[in-house]
């Protein structure tokens, strides 16, 4: 199959890219290579997929229309479409919502459009957010809680998003799966998340700054159980389903988390056991916009997709670090 992949060069992308063109697909990546962080490790994980023959890829903004037109008009062929590339970042959105607003509202609406006229299309899977969920008490997170709560911008984007896709999956009877990802670390992993803020910070001996004075617990999620995950989705176009209130749209929306929310403070405890040294923890309030659990119900991802999370935290911390070593020489 041609699959597109938006966000190519990101960190999810670049995993989800390798592992199709590592099962014989061809893949069309779409990147804007923007500068929220390093271009150069945006670069280096393209840099890995370049030399494959089925590898084709493209430097264009989601959110530009024309050309984004232009690029459906060229590949009428594309059979499958997953859609990765946001502004990302809960903190960020509150210096630059307009970026926000840009990438993952207008971004998403020109993905749609091109998406429903693609003949050939079998599914589009977009990428959404465990934040969507906001400050909700009930734990663990399920695809059936209500969403209508976000606290920070970032997550009322992703949560837009999954309600656009659902108009037009009922619009225009297109199958489109939307995946809230629960915080995803591992090899090539986004400088600007926790793991490797910290990582970075415990090896140059900086102090790391803890919010909400350690009480955090996170999904931490490997990026090898994410990816597997996307393909599965991919692998199965959704259809409506009979327990969403008779709903006629081919739309689904499923969490992919680790199921077992891990402690802050103890993720940090990994992380110096990996690395041979200890943390400076500077203990801080909780900031705006952030939640202070996370927790993923997937048993309806289980069930409809096979999805089953298999890399522990201690194993995942040991391969991030050392990919972190080896990478930056330390």
Known sequence: MTILVTGVAGFIGMHVAQALLARGESVIGVDEFNDYYDVGLKQARVDRLTPHP?????RLDIADREGMESLFSRHPGIEGIIHLAAQAGVR????????????NLMGQVVMLEGARRLT???HFVYASSSSVY???DKQPFSVEDPVERPV???AATKRADELMTRTYSHLYGMAATGLRFFTVYG???????APFLFASAIAQGRPIRVFNHGDMWRDFTYIDDIVSGVLAALDRPATPDPVAGGDTAPHRIYNLGNNRPERLLDFIAALEDALGRKAERILEPMQP?????????VAASMRDLGYQPTVTMQD????????YRAYYGV
């Open 289 to 297: 916009g952030d939640v202070p659990a996370t927790y993923a119900d």
């Open 152 to 154: 920070s911008l970032y």
């Open 120 to 122: 050939r299309l079998r």
């Open 54 to 58: 089925g590898f084709s890829l493209h």
């Open 187 to 193: 090899p090539w992993g986004r400088p600007d998340m």
């Open 134 to 136: 906001g400050a909700n």
């Open 316 to 323: 995942g911390v040991a391969r991030f670090i050392a990919w």
């Open 92 to 103: 960020y959105s509150l210096e630059n919502p307009y970026a926000y607003v840009r990438s």
